[in-house]
């Protein structure tokens, strides 16, 4: 993808945006969104742990990190592909998984998926997606996609979601780690709600041969007794770096874990021989205080780096954020909340114009800064103020 700035400011300056009927900034596309979503769902989607104090921190850390552009640099050609997991990728933004996301949308995952692949993005689906594995698949054949596991207490559970994905033609699996307990989520407590609940998020489960034959009876006939269930599997207080190993014998697919902030967590995800690490806080929604992404991924990144390839998760709202993040490590950026707002305001079309907006501005900040490839970025990019 080159010099999409430009073309893409033309087009909206001349009228030919296809567009141009969608928001621009992020904040319009999140104040259009809190109008059509209901309020229960809003704060499910953008409430964070206890004070939200992570949450808050993810976004105001970026401020304290200000880049250094150079110029006197031929700049007029430039690319935002990268190299991430064995593969060049025209871009370095991946869609991050969100659970649930029929709440806002009733083409969840199947439209954000399709608006990905449209502009060259990987698509990550959650385990407690709204719609299943092999639907997405089947709905999106041209994205790329990969698969998020929340290890589950019944390892068989565990393998099964594991040989549906790698049937499905998945690429990576990501495996969350910081879940095995559900955080103290302010919101959700004084609403009354849970998504799950109401029987949003449980495709996966609903499909799977194995949950299934664990119940006593089939879902149309008892809904509550599947629910109950999932409840009573869905995370695992228990999971280790045993178990973790136990996943990467069983898996053919490049294993990246999500949900590190620590780098000795680092250094020992490494030596269980995971390809990949997402530095994340799950978006501020689990551990309340907890230490920011973008400060987290500086603390790990720091001499010398680690020997891994680096996304980071949590915070990212705007290009500059994604061109900081890479300065200090990351190989790329996933991206929750934002297209989820685009997602509810114009399903497919919605995130596709999101996305656009982002890989326009993203060329634009990469030549602003002196810059023709996301390669070239580094830590002497970046200061922190």
């Not at 769902?41 to 992570?54: F, I, K, M, P, V």
């Not at 053919?252 to 250094?267: E, R, S, Y």
């Not at 551990?287 to 720091?302: K, M, N, P, Y």
Request: aromatic residues 8%.
């Amino acid at each position: 993808m080159e010099n999409a700035g430009p073309g893409y400011q033309f087009a909206r300056f001349s009228g030919a945006d296809p567009y141009r009927d969608f928001p621009v900034s992020l904040e319009e596309w999140r104040e259009a969104a809190k109008k059509v979503v209901p309020r229960d769902a809003w704060d499910y989607l953008e409430g964070g742990a206890g004070s939200e104090s992570t949450l808050n921190s993810n976004i105001e850390s970026f401020s304290k990190w200000r880049l250094r552009p150079r110029y006197l640099r031929d700049v007029s050609r430039r690319s935002l592909s990268v190299s991430l997991l064995g593969r060049v990728e025209p871009t370095p933004f991946v869609l991050a998984p969100m659970g649930a996301l029929s709440v806002i949308h009733a083409d969840a995952e199947i439209a954000a998926a399709r608006a990905a692949g449209k502009s060259g993005i990987p698509f990550v689906l959650s385990t407690v997606s709204s719609h299943s594995i092999e639907k997405v698949a089947t709905q999106a054949p041209e994205t790329e996609k990969w698969f998020q596991l929340y290890p589950a207490k019944d390892m068989e559970i565990v393998k099964s979601m594991i040989r549906r994905a790698e049937s499905s033609g998945y690429r990576v699996l990501v495996v969350t780690v910081d879940t095995f307990l559900l955080g103290w989520r302010v919101r959700d407590l004084r609403n009354s709600y849970l998504p799950f609940l109401k029987g949003a998020g449980l495709a996966n489960y609903l499909t799977d041969q194995v949950f299934l034959s664990q119940l006593k009876r089939p879902p149309e006939e008892d809904m509550m007794g599947a629910i109950s269930r999932f409840l009573s599997v869905y995370v695992n207080p228990q999971f280790t770096w045993s178990h973790l190993k136990q996943i990467l014998e069983f898996t053919k697919l490049p294993v990246v874990l999500k949900g590190i902030t620590h780098p000795q967590d680092v250094k020992l995800a490494i030596q269980a021989g995971v390809s990949g690490i997402v530095v994340s806080n799950h978006g501020g929604r689990q551990l309340d205080g907890a230490v920011s992404t973008i400060d987290a991924l500086s603390q790990i990144t720091e001499a010398p780096p680690p020997r891994t390839e680096l996304l980071l998760d949590g915070g990212i709202r705007h290009a500059c954020d994604a061109m900081k993040a890479i300065a200090l490590g990351a190989r790329a950026v996933m991206i929750g909340r934002p297209y989820a707002y685009a997602l509810a305001v114009g399903g497919e079309r919605g995130v596709e114009a999101f996305l656009s907006q982002l890989l326009a501005e993203f060329d634009l900040e990469l030549g602003l800064s002196g810059f023709s490839s996301p390669s070239e970025i580094n830590r002497e990019c970046v200061t922190r103020v």
